[in-house]
C-alpha cells in the first residue's frame, strides 16, 4: 500500500492530536489545520488525499471547506466528523464518522475510503 497525506482540520487541538497519534501510527502522513482557512492555504501547497474535518467550525465550516476544496485542480475526499447522530443532507455516510468514535472506527473509516478502487492516490509510491 502506498503512502497517504490526510489532512485534519478540527478547531479543536486535542481531538487533533488525538486523530494525529492514531493515523501516524497506521503509516499515514499527517497534516493539521486548525480552522478551514488555514486548511485551503495547506491545500494549496500539499497534495492531500483525504480531509478530515469537523462540521462546525468558526469563521468556515466543514461544508464550506469542502466546496471550496472541490474546486482544487486535484480535489481530495473528504470525511467529515462532528456530534451529530445522523450524518446531515447531502452527506454520503461513507463520508461522515460520528463523535466520540473509537480509534478502530477512525482507522477503518480512513482505511476504506483510501483504498476503495475509485479513488486513486495522488501520493502512492
Known sequence: MGKYTV???DDEEMVRHYMRRILEAEGYSVLEAGNGH???STLTTFAVDLVITDL???TMD???LAALSAQLPNPP???YASAADEPPRGVDSRHYLRKPFTQDDL???VQLLL???TFPSRTQE
Open 7 to 9: 489532512l485534519l482540520v
Open 38 to 40: 488555514d486548511a485551503l
Open 56 to 58: 462546525r467550525m468558526p
Open 62 to 64: 466543514g461544508h464550506d
Open 77 to 79: 475526499q473528504v470525511l
Open 107 to 109: 482507522r477503518r473509516t
Open 115 to 117: 483504498t476503495s478502487s
